[in-house]
């Protein structure tokens, strides 16, 4: 059955160029790429991501880390991929959340570091299952963002919503 991942590049992931690199791992799930956008995480986004790991002694680490605080790289790249146990083939890619511990040929195990002050900078973020997943995207990205129909959706009529247009549109 179809299932949906949110893949993340973090911070250090665009600060060392692995983009390239790692959208070429991730083809050979040959999963379907069903969305993707630059992102300026703030605080409040990278809490929500990670609020359940609030209670664990890195949180304020981590928050900082997605921020791109530590590598003047102020956004992530942020994905969803689609297709049969997108999940599972996307983790096992990514390999262990510990860099030192994951496959030397896994995208962490091959680009991660342990920081001096304790952080696992692993250079992607994969949801881990499947409740997670739907909880991220939909924290991740909007209906609209998404070329397929992924959850149920509703429409709503907002007024009076301030947004930008190009200036000489
Ligand atoms: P995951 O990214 O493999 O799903 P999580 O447990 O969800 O792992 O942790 C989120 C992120 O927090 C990890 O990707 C890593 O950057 C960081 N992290 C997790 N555990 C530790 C730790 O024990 N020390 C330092 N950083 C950690
Ligand atoms: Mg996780």
Redesign the pocket.
Known sequence: MGQAVLILI?PDGLKKSLTGNILTRLSETKLEIVAAKMVRVSKELAQEH?K??KD???FG??IK??QGDFHDRKKVMALVYWGNDAITKC?EL?G???PEEAESTSI?GSYGR?TTS?????V?????NVP?AEREIKLWFTPDEIIVDLYATKDVVKKELSCKIWADK
């Open positions: 973090k990670y359940h790991l664990k002694p890195f680490e981590i880390y997605l983790r990514a262990a959340t510990n962490r342990i304790g952080v696992y900078e692993n992607v973020h994969v949801s881990s997670e």
